[in-house]
């Protein structure tokens, strides 16, 4: 009877141990296996980011509000709540721009609490909700004039997904509720976007109606709100809106003679093939870079890894022959899409800032994925480059476009008609502290060198860390940790690519001679060997508080020479000086720079210069001026500053890639 009973038990246990093992597994979530450390728990107070996130802050989401404003953009909700009367203002998309402002100033309001920048969000909200429709549909130009919506709406709701923009628009408002959710906690405009998720996962889906979105981003905010409550329906329609493609054609055919007859081509919306099947980067640069991080979402958190692999194979394409040197994507020629391989021409690049964002959004993602520093090296090329460019020092003017080269007519405006740059780049640098650490539970990684100081629980210890650095105007990184008592725990510290002899990890640009000086990496002021994987230097101990960790980057001029493939660059070179792109302006050179001739042997030097754009560090040398074909060139002062900060100066000429020798007389 005893063993009777004791088999009972045992049994009963080993159920009830099953049943729990079994829910555990059935209510995982998964997900990227390595985070960023929130930007909210980083604090940067260097010389170089903390300034630009100050002028975002104080100037560049102030000016979103009230250029909305002026715009008609906020009339537009209005309008459609039956405020105010009138006719709908503008493009079908430019609901996207409202949203994306909120998300901007709601990760500011989440390190820099403002209660009037709270109150204006609030108002906006409480519109958004009178405009949207009682089945939860939203879409302002719609709900103004069904009849008449603006140009390429469609007669219908959701008939013209192609061009429309409805799905696009709602995704930058479900990614404005879930950083309104994360700043305040308040639920007002979450229940709006679910309101409207809730309508599209009734109305789109196997066995209801077939469609994708002509641009891609519904995707990403469909994620985020499966992030928020857990609902797996939002993810499954983000991966139904990905498997469209390639399947359904699913909206107007327009004429050669119509502005939209661009949305005719499929592969220009990605459409040309089932994503999973796609191995080559193409169409619209924006669009791409949404859809490979909608693909990356949806692989790791459905647990579909087949989607995840389609976007690192297609990111592998672009590194290969389509990434400019400065991070950029896009040629104008092409309708802001991405070119043929190795087609990158200068002028006519459009590398748009979006396009950036989008690019640095993706290689973050495949960052936490894989643990790869080439992720992170391309990340920092884009930023500190084609990103941070998009926007001027006032923090009021942008760029839509990045050239890489201007005949002297191009320079920041104050505003666009499609205005989709401003924002975007708001919203990364209201967050740009979470691209600087990552981690596990277990280990840290040192990805961007800033300076800054968080703190993460490493093995259930809080560890303090700390940077201290004046890159990348020098290369000099200290790093001190402090656990509040001694515990085991890995740091990854990241060896950039272009410290070791890669400027991007491909053969599409190479440098012309290796650095003078290696590497120096000391721990406790005793040097270490440098064993680098994955990029990274990774070092495993048992840290004590006040360990530190020097890490040395020998910053120098460095010629960059494109891949003999890219036509636009052949028998030129560029220069950079560690992370950074550096380019001639026409105002350091009698206003004219397309003459000017950099021979190989000629000596560059850096120099920091306090008075000169707020600071920056100039690179200068001797270079030739070719004033006429066969005439023989002149010596002349050369000086170079970085590409992220040219056209602060008014309009002149800039190139990035310069000629190396005269071309031979005819």
């Known amino acids: 009877m005893i063993k009777k009973i004791t088999l009972i038990s045992l049994g009963l246990i080993l159920m009830i141990g099953l049943t729990l093992l079994l829910k555990r597994f059935l209510t995982h979530q998964p997900d990227y296996p390595l985070k960023p450390v929130n930007f909210w728990q980083v604090k940067v107070n260097d010389h170089f980011w903390a300034p630009r996130m100050k002028t975002n802050r104080e100037v560049t989401i102030p000016y979103l509000f009230r250029m909305n404003e002026a715009t008609g953009r906020v009339d537009n909700f209005r309008i459609a709540a039956g405020l105010k009367k009138g006719r709908h203002t503008g493009k079908r998309y430019n609901d996207s721009d409202v949203y994306k402002a909120i998300e901007a100033a709601c990760y500011s309001l989440k390190t820099h609490p403002d209660p009037h920048l709270e109150k204006q969000v609030d108002e906006l909200i409480t519109l958004i909700g009178l405009a949207q429709e009682p089945d939860g549909y939203l879409f302002t130009t719609r709900t103004i004039n069904p009849a008449q919506p603006a140009p390429g709406s469609g007669p219908e709701r959701w008939s013209n997904l192609r061009v429309s923009h409805e799905l696009y628009n709602l995704g930058h408002l479900f990614e404005a509720a879930y950083a309104h959710y994360l700043a305040t906690g308040k639920k007002n405009l979450l229940k709006i976007a679910l309101k409207s998720a809730d309508l599209l996962v009734k109305t789109f889906g196997p066995g209801q109606r077939r469609g994708f979105p002509g641009h891609q981003e519904i995707e990403i905010g469909l994620v985020k709100l499966y992030r928020l409550t857990g609902e797996k329906k939002y993810l499954y329609l983000a991966r139904f809106f990905l498997d469209e493609r390639g399947h359904y054609y699913g909206g107007q055919v327009y004429p050669e003679s119509s502005p939209f007859h661009i949305y005719n081509s499929d592969e220009y919306l990605q459409n040309h093939q089932p994503v999973l099947e796609q191995k080559e980067a193409v169409g619209h640069a924006v669009r791409a870079t949404y859809m490979y991080c909608g693909l990356l979402d949806v692989g790791v958190l459905g647990g579909w890894p087949e989607y995840a692999r389609t976007s690192a194979r297609l990111w592998q394409d672009v590194v290969r022959s389509k990434l400019y040197l400065t991070g950029g994507l896009g040629v104008a020629s092409d309708y802001e899409a991405l070119g043929k391989p190795y087609e ?254 950099l021979p190989d042997n000629s000596p560059l030097q850096a120099k920091f210069q306090a008075d000169l754009l707020g600071g920056v560090v100039v690179i200068s040398g001797k270079a030739l001026v070719i004033e006429t074909k066969n005439q023989k060139p002149k010596t002349r002062e050369l000086h170079l500053i970085p590409y992220c900060y040219w056209a602060n100066r008014g309009a002149n000429e800039m190139a990035v890639w310069l000629k190396r020798r005269p071309e031979k007389p005819s």
């Open 344 to 597: 990158l021409p200068n002028e006519k690049a459009y590398a748009e800032t979006c396009a950036a964002v989008g690019n640095t959004f993706w290689n973050q993602r495949l960052w936490q994925l894989a643990g790869q520093a080439q992720y992170i090296d391309v990340l920092e090329r884009i930023i500190y480059n084609g990103l941070l460019s998009g926007v001027g020092l006032s923090g009021d003017k942008f760029f839509y476009p990045n050239p890489l080269a201007s005949s002297g007519n191009y320079q920041r405006s104050s505003w666009f008609p499609v205005a989709c740059c401003p924002a975007n780049i708001a919203r990364f640098l209201a967050t740009f502290p979470q691209y600087i650490y990552g981690h596990t539970d277990k280990a840290v990684y040192l990805n961007l060198f800033v300076t800054s100081s968080t703190t993460l629980p490493l093995n259930q210890t809080p560890v303090r860390i700390s940077q201290e650095t004046d890159y990348p105007w020098a290369g000099k990184i200290k790093v001190t940790l402090n656990p509040v008592h001694p515990v085991h725990f890995g740091l990854y510290l990241r060896i950039p690519g272009w410290a070791r002899g890669k400027p991007v990890p491909s053969d599409l640009y190479h440098y012309l001679q290796p650095l003078s000086q290696p590497v120096i990496v000391r721990l406790n002021q005793k040097k270490l060997p440098l064993k680098i994987e994955k990029g990274y230097l990774h070092l495993k101990r048992k840290w004590s508080p006040g360990d530190t960790i020097e890490l040395i980057l020998p910053l120098e001029p460095r010629r960059v020479i494109a891949h003999p493939n890219v036509k636009a660059d052949r028998g030129r070179v560029a220069i950079e000086y560690g992370p950074l792109v550096y380019c001639a302006e026409g105002v350091d050179h009698g206003g004219k720079v397309t003459n000017l001739l």
